[in-house]
């Protein structure tokens, strides 16, 4: 799917296309459309170690799970002569193969966003998955099969309920009362925390590495499953296990925060990020980009490509006000 977003748009929506084709002729039965899923039966655990069950299922940390990415420029996209796997699509402009971009101080969260997080959210709220499978795997693994309208809508919800709870740890709340909103990730966020400051290839370093992240393997782990002291800001499953949403459309580089709400129509395609674990070494690269669609039809939904494109959210906390809505997207 990245080889054709190369050569976007018109070879990305032939391939789109045609992967949903491949997934209709193989699915046993077609889905029914969105507006017919009925709000899932939704089975939570009584505890889960790790995570606290009194809220909503997010790590039991200080700050629960989130954590801090200190303001400051860092190295985006590919440089081909450095990274001999770079996309063309990675590169920055044509004359430059890489920008520093300054982003301001963000939290995100330490873990892919988890099924019983997902779980907690829908039975909480009522609110109708696109596609109820999403709830079908186990409680502390990263859920998948998610439309990136409803990671946002599972951010929107959590943030409420942050705001809310007096038992919210307090550099939360504080960020909170300040005007800061859960949502998604830019895609320049997603990268700096992946890759750091120093414009290293992968989370760890400049070489893939079997034993720090969830690639080329046979299934889906557990969250935070891969041990990676190396990688930046403590984030584990930033390569690999599962595909991440952001709330970046494809936009050719270079990137430009300013343009995220820019030109955008119902058939906007949005950024995912990091590979997955079905991926090899090029695609878990921390400059990956892959692109589906929101989620007002087929193609965002990972069953299209099999589990191999499973997107998942990794909710943050930032300081934006240009949260996008799911009234606009949807
Ligand atoms: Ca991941």
Redesign the pocket.
């Known amino acids: 799917m990245i080889e054709l977003l190369k050569r976007w748009p018109l070879l990305a929506a032939i391939g789109l296309v045609g992967a949903v084709w491949v997934a209709l002729r193989l699915a046993p039965a077609a889905p029914a459309s969105i507006g017919e899923v009925t709000a899932p039966e939704v089975a939570l655990p009584t505890e889960l170690p790790g995570f606290r069950a009194d809220a909503w299922f997010l790590p039991d940390e200080p700050a629960l799970g989130f954590v801090e990415v200190p303001a400051g420029p860092f190295l985006m996209g590919s440089d081909p002569a450095v990274d001999p796997l770079a996309f063309d699509i990675e590169r920055w402009s044509p004359t430059q193969a890489q920008g520093m971009v300054d982003v301001p101080t963000y939290w995100i969260a330490r873990y892919?966003v988890t099924v019983a997080q997902y779980a907690a959210f829908v039975q909480e709220s009522g609110y109708r998955v696109a596609d109820a499978g999403a709830l079908a795997g186990r409680p502390n693994f990263p859920v998948v099969s998610v439309a990136w309208t409803d990671a946002l809508a599972y951010a929107g919800w959590l943030e409420q309920k942050l705001r809310a709870s007096g038992g919210t740890p307090g550099s939360l709340a504080g960020l909170l009362a300040e005007g800061w909103r859960v949502t998604l990730p830019t895609e320049a966020q997603w990268e700096k925390a992946a890759r750091g400051d120093d414009g290293r290839i992968f989370p760890w370093g400049n070489e893939p590495r079997d034993e720090q992240a969830n690639y080329q393997g046979p299934g889906l782990t557990r969250v935070g499953s891969f041990v990676c002291p190396e990688c930046p800001f403590g984030l584990a499953?930033?390569?690999?296990?599962?595909?991440?949403w952001t709330r970046s459309p494809y936009q050719p580089y270079p990137y430009d925060e300013a343009d995220d709400a820019a030109g955008l129509d119902v058939d906007a395609l949005w950024i995912m990020r990091?590979g997955s674990f079905s991926d090899g070494p090029q695609n878990i690269r921390a400059a990956v980009r892959g692109g589906r669609s929101s989620g007002s039809g087929w193609f965002s939904r990972a069953e299209v490509a099999g589990r191999r494109m499973a997107p998942t959210a990794r909710a943050q906390c930032q300081r934006t006000t240009k949260r996008p809505t799911l009234a606009a997207r949807g």
């Open positions: 892919e499953d930033m390569s690999g296990n599962a595909w991440e990091g």
